[in-house]
C-alpha cells in the first residue's frame, strides 16, 4: 500500500513538472543530430531523484533515522548532480562546471558507501574517474525514446535479486527507484513521436549515480569488481563508440548519432521502442546469467565477464562495420 501511494504521487508530481515545463519552454528542440522529429518537453527524468527524496520521507515517517543517517551523503551528492544537470538541461552550463560537480557529488556518493579513506586515495581516485565516466556514458546513451527507462529497470532488477541474497543496500531503496523509472515509463516508454519527454541530462545522470551507488555498495561489500556487469551493454557501446569518435578525429563535446541504438534507430529504421527493449533484453541476459548461471568464484566471474566483453565488442564491431556507411551517406546528404 505505501508503494502504491509513493507511485500515485510520484505521478501527480510528473504530470505537474509537464504543466512548469510547458509554461517555462523547457523543450528539446531536434536539429539534424537528433532521433526525433518533433519537440518534446525535457527534464521528466527528474522524477529518478524526486523518488529517492520520497524513499528519505517514507523512511522517516517508519522511524529508521539510522538508515536515513548512513545515506544522507549519497542524497546530498544525487540532489547537487541533479540540480546542476537541470540547470544545464534548461540554460547550457560549460563541460568544466558540470565535471566538478559530479567528482563533488561522486566523493559524497563514496563517503555514504565508507570508502572515503586517506590509506586508500589512490582506490578512491580511480573510482572517482571511473564513476564520473560511467555516469556521462550512461547520459550519451539517452538518445532515444525508453532506452534510458528500460535500460535502468535492467539494471535495477537484478540489484534486487542480488540485494536479497546479499544485502547489500536497504530493499525499499531499490523498490522506490524502480517505482520512480515506472512512472516515467509512462510518459517516455512510447514509439517514436509520441513520448511526452525526455529525461534531460537531469533524469539519465540522475538515475545513473541512483544505479553506480547500489553497485558501488554491492562491489565494497563482496570486494569483486566484476559485478560491473550489470552495466556491461551501455559500457561497450558507450566506450567503443567514444573510441570510434577518437579514430575519426572527432570532438568528443558535440553531439552525434553513432552510437549502436542510433544507428538501428535512424539508419535502420527501426522502432525506438523495440531498439530499447533489445538493449534491455540483452542487459537482463547478461545480468541474470552472472548471477544464476555462472559459479561463485572469482576465476568463473572473471571468466564470464571477458568472455561477455568479448561477445558483445564484436558484435559492436561487425555491426558497425556493416552498416556504418549508411551513418556516412547521411552525413554526406546533410552538406549538399
Not at 24 to 33: A, L, Q, S, V
Not at 83 to 110: E, H, I, T
Request: aromatic share 12%.
Amino acid at each position: 500500500m505505501v508503494y502504491l501511494i509513493l507511485f500515485a504521487l510520484l505521478l501527480v508530481a510528473e504530470l505537474i513538472y509537464f504543466k512548469l515545463a510547458d509554461r517555462f519552454n523547457i523543450i528539446d528542440k531536434p536539429n539534424e543530430r537528433s532521433s526525433h522529429s518533433s519537440i518534446v518537453l525535457r527534464g521528466g527524468g527528474g522524477i529518478f531523484s524526486l523518488a529517492m527524496v520520497a524513499w528519505v520521507g517514507m523512511m522517516s515517517v517508519q522511524g529508521e533515522w539510522s538508515v536515513i543517517v548512513g545515506y544522507l551523503p549519497f542524497l546530498c551528492g544525487l540532489l547537487l548532480v541533479a540540480g546542476v544537470s537541470f540547470w544545464d538541461d534548461v540554460k547550457s552550463l560549460p563541460d568544466s562546471v558540470r565535471l566538478v560537480v559530479q567528482f563533488v557529488a561522486m566523493a559524497l556518493m563514496f563517503w555514504s558507501m565508507g570508502i572515503m579513506h586517506w590509506d586508500m586515495w589512490w582506490v578512491v581516485l580511480i573510482a572517482l574517474v571511473v564513476c564520473v565516466g560511467a555516469t556521462n556514458v550512461i547520459n550519451f546513451m539517452d538518445g532515444i525514446n525508453g532506452i534510458t527507462a528500460g535500460y535502468s529497470l535492467s539494471v535495477l532488477v537484478p540489484l534486487v535479486l542480488l540485494n536479497r541474497k546479499l544485502g547489500f543496500v536497504e530493499p525499499s531503496f531499490l523498490v522506490v527507484a524502480i517505482i520512480g523509472v515506472l512512472v516515467f515509463c509512462i510518459f517516455n516508454f512510447r514509439p517514436k513521436g509520441k513520448a511526452k519527454c525526455f529525461a534531460g541530462d537531469v533524469g539519465s545522470i540522475g538515475i545513473a549515480f541512483i544505479m553506480l551507488f547500489a553497485i558501488g555498495k554491492l562491489v565494497v561489500m563482496t570486494q569483486d569488481v566484476t559485478y560491473l556487469i550489470l552495466l556491461l551493454v551501455y559500457g561497450i557501446d558507450g566506450c567503443l563508440t567514444i573510441c570510434h569518435r577518437i579514430m575519426l578525429h572527432e570532438n568528443l563535446g558535440e553531439a552525434h548519432r553513432k552510437h549502436v541504438y542510433q544507428l538501428m534507430a535512424n539508419e535502420l529504421r527501426v522502432g525506438h521502442v523495440k531498439v530499447s527493449l533489445l538493449y534491455m533484453f540483452m542487459q537482463l541476459c547478461v545480468s541474470l546469467g552472472f548471477i544464476y548461471l555462472c559459479p561463485s568464484s572469482v576465476a568463473a566471474h572473471w571468466g564470464y565477464l571477458v568472455g561477455a566483453v568479448l561477445v558483445l565488442a564484436v558484435a559492436y564491431v561487425l555491426f558497425k562495420k556493416k552498416y556504418y556507411h549508411l551513418h556516412e551517406e547521411y552525413l554526406a546528404g546533410l552538406k549538399k
